[in-house]
C-alpha cells in the first residue's frame, strides 16, 4: 500500500510560484502513474498533471500547461509539482494520487483526467494565492 504525503503548499502573491512535493512511502509496484489534482469547495477534483513512473512525457491539464511542471525522483520516491505565475483562481487543496500502472499500460494512458481510477491518495496541502 502506498502512502503518499504532500507538503510545499502555503500562501503566495499572485504572480509567484511555489513547489509542491509528495512522498511516497515505497513503490511497491512495477510502475505507477503519479498525478496531481486539486479540489476548492463545491467543484469537482480537478486533474492537473501526471506522470509515470517508467519514463513518457508528462500529462497536462490545459488550464495548467505551460504553468506548471511535474517531475519525479525515483531515488526519492518524490513527484513535485512546480506552479509558476500563480492566480487567485488557482486557490485550492492540492492533493497527490497514485495509480497502480501494470506492465500492459503505457505512458500515454497516465493521464488526470479521471480521479476515479487514483487508489491512493494523500491528505493534501493547502494553496492560497492573493490578488
Known amino acids: 500500500q502506498v502512502q503518499l504525503m504532500e507538503s510545499g503548499g502555503g500562501s503566495v502573491q499572485a504572480g509567484g510560484s511555489l513547489r509542491l512535493s509528495c512522498a511516497a512511502s515505497?513503490?511497491?509496484?512495477?510502475?505507477?502513474?503519479m498525478a496531481w489534482f486539486r479540489e476548492t469547495p463545491g467543484k469537482a477534483r480537478e486533474g492537473l498533471a501526471a506522470?509515470?513512473?517508467?519514463?513518457?512525457?508528462?500529462w497536462y491539464a490545459s488550464s495548467v500547461q505551460g504553468r506548471f511542471v511535474i517531475s519525479q525522483d525515483n531515488a526519492k520516491n518524490t513527484v513535485y509539482l512546480q506552479m509558476n505565475n500563480l492566480e487567485p483562481e488557482d486557490t485550492a487543496r492540492y492533493y497527490c494520487?497514485?495509480?497502480?500502472?501494470?506492465?500492459?499500460?503505457?505512458?500515454?494512458?497516465?493521464?488526470?483526467?479521471?480521479?476515479?481510477?487514483?487508489?491512493?491518495w494523500g491528505q493534501g496541502t493547502q494553496v492560497t494565492v492573493s490578488s
Open positions: 506522470i509515470y513512473t517508467d519514463g513518457g512525457r508528462p
Open positions: 494520487a497514485a495509480r497502480d500502472a501494470p506492465r500492459s499500460m503505457s505512458w500515454l494512458q497516465c493521464t488526470a483526467s479521471g480521479p476515479s481510477v487514483y487508489g491512493h
Open positions: 515505497e513503490y511497491t509496484g512495477s510502475a505507477y502513474c
